[in-house]
């Protein structure tokens, strides 16, 4: 499975925000809307992510003036991306190197959604359901030619 076929899976539905917006904005929306990340764009362009991770640090270095705290004095700059033909290994190792939950999916410098180690697992969980379907239709429609004719109730009963 390719980091393409995660998101087409969860859907395309992006939230962005300015990095002149307040973290007081962000955390409403984010609230809102049940997101763990926005992606932060500034004239059209990826320039960062701000997750629950980096809104809690910065609140925390802010104390009681955490709502006047800018956007872009708080989220992750330029964080690692993924590309559409990632494959499921290679975005799990590339998520976990790069300490990212969420990962913006990029290609061609056009952003195209971002995927959260929970899509990952939702999506791992749905592949190895479907295999796991296959095979077993697979080994209840075994053809009985292809066993050896002694050798496989030998086999089974002496287990």
Partial sequence: ???????????KLLYTI????TLAD?????TEQDMGSLVV??????????TFREALAA???????????LVGAAMLRDPAVGEPRMDLHELRSHMIDH??????VVEGGAL??????HDVARAV????????????????????????????SANCSDR
């Fill in 26 to 30: 962000a955390l409403a929306l984010m």
């Fill in 18 to 21: 300015s990095p002149q917006k």
């Fill in 112 to 117: 195209l959604g971002v995927i959260s180690f």
């Fill in 41 to 50: 764009i500034e004239h059209g362009t990826l320039i960062g992510m701000l």
């Fill in 99 to 104: 300490h990212q939950r969420y990962l913006p």
């Fill in 125 to 152: 969980l749905e592949e190895q359901g479907f295999e796991s379907v296959i095979l077993r239709n697979f080994v209840r429609n075994w053809p009985d030619e292809v066993l050896p004719v002694g050798k496989a």
């Fill in 1 to 11: 499975m390719l980091l393409s076929d995660v998101l087409a899976i969860k859907g």
């Fill in 59 to 69: 609140i925390h270095k802010a104390g009681a003036a955490w709502q006047g705290v």
